[in-house]
């Protein structure tokens, strides 16, 4: 799991680069990355000048996060273990709660409650990021190779991911929470889709 997450923080650099200037947050606002892995997206904001946070369920990946942040210098991120489904932060809390390729890989249910956790801590007219699979996945080299990228992880994540294509993806996802949409791109091949929301 630990190699693929290397591998894919390099396939997506310049994700975690646009992610900031997309939110279009103001420097010195509040982030959270839900699902944060390895940590890229919460410095690529600390970067930035937003003091931002990542959570992760898991300790092993939150020890590289924190070593990346060890590396970084930047004072304005930090990393905690939380379950992302139930979030240990207030109501209404920060400006800006994003996700990115941390919902397909999971079950309907926790999908579900992590996309109303997000819409819970962020502010009112706070903005929500997020980023996963496009859906339909591209019949293109870039959609062959994730395929078989998410079925070589584990069974339950290519369950997963499967249902997740399924269900209609993010698009399906938002429609259940009180919120705007801002607006949408599709990147890398027309493999992944960005979003920006608003609370309403
Ligand atoms: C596919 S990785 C995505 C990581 C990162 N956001 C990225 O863009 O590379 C999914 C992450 O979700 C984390 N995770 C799984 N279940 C979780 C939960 N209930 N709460 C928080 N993190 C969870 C995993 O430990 C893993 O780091």
């Given at each position: 799991m630990l190699h693929y997450q290397i591998l894919v923080d390099r396939l997506l650099r310049d994700i975690r680069r646009f992610i900031p200037i997309f939110a279009n947050i103001q420097f010195g606002a509040s982030a959270l990355d839900l699902?944060?892995?390895?940590g890229e997206q919460v410095l690529e904001f600390g970067r930035n000048g937003i003091t931002a946070t990542g959570i992760d369920i898991n300790s092993n990946i939150l020890k590289i996060a924190l070593k990346n942040k060890a590396k970084s210098n930047l004072e304005n991120v930090s990393f905690q273990q939380a379950d992302a489904t139930n979030l240990p932060f207030r109501d209404c809390h920060f400006d800006c709660v994003s996700i990115s390729f941390?919902?397909?890989?999971?079950a309907r249910i926790s999908r579900k409650k992590i996309v109303s956790e997000m819409t819970r801590v962020v502010k009112e007219n706070g903005t929500l990021i997020l980023v996963d699979f496009q859906v339909?996945?591209?019949?293109n080299i870039s959609g062959l190779i994730a395929r078989s990228i998410e079925f070589l992880i584990d069974g339950d994540h290519y369950r997963n991911f499967k249902d997740y294509l399924r269900s209609g993806g993010l698009e399906n996802l938002i429609k259940t929470q009180n919120l705007r949409e801002g607006e949408r791109v599709v990147l890398k091949n027309r493999l992944v889709t960005a979003m920006r929301m608003a609370k309403s």
């Open positions: 699902c944060c892995g390895t941390g919902l397909h890989d999971k339909t996945l591209p019949a």
